[in-house]
């Protein structure tokens, strides 16, 4: 079996960082595409970023300039750093991976919040 964990949420003031990482675990025999969404209270999920095993990357326009997601393919481990944060962005964020046999998994989420 495989899973991915979040971690790294929390509280934050407006104008903050926060950094957070997905790590796949079990047998990973290899990881396409990672990606973060989010779901604030009330609202649909969306996607906030991408990137290939490649290195290419996506971004929604929300976050372009103040977010950057990365990836170490020999961790299979996901990141998604966060700046200049601001109460918009408060949401649960979810970490998907596109895993080679496995196919698409999700995490668990994990809570961001911006507020002072």
């Known amino acids: 079996q495989v899973q991915l964990v979040e971690s790294g949420g929390g509280l934050v003031q407006p104008g903050g960082s926060l950094r957070l990482s997905c790590a796949a675990s079990g047998n990973i025999f290899g990881i396409n595409v990672m990606a973060w969404y989010r779901q604030a209270s009330g609202k649909q999920r969306e996607l906030v970023a991408a990137i290939t095993s490649g290195g290419q990357t996506n971004y929604a326009d929300s976050v372009k300039g103040r977010f950057t997601i990365s990836r170490d393919n020999a961790k299979n481990t996901g990141y998604l750093q966060m700046n200049s944060l601001k109460p918009e962005d408060t949401a649960v964020y979810y970490c998907?991976?596109?895993?080679?046999?496995?196919?698409?998994?999700w995490g668990q989420g994990t809570q961001v919040t911006v507020s002072s």
């Open positions: 998907n991976a596109d895993l080679i046999y496995w196919g698409s998994r």
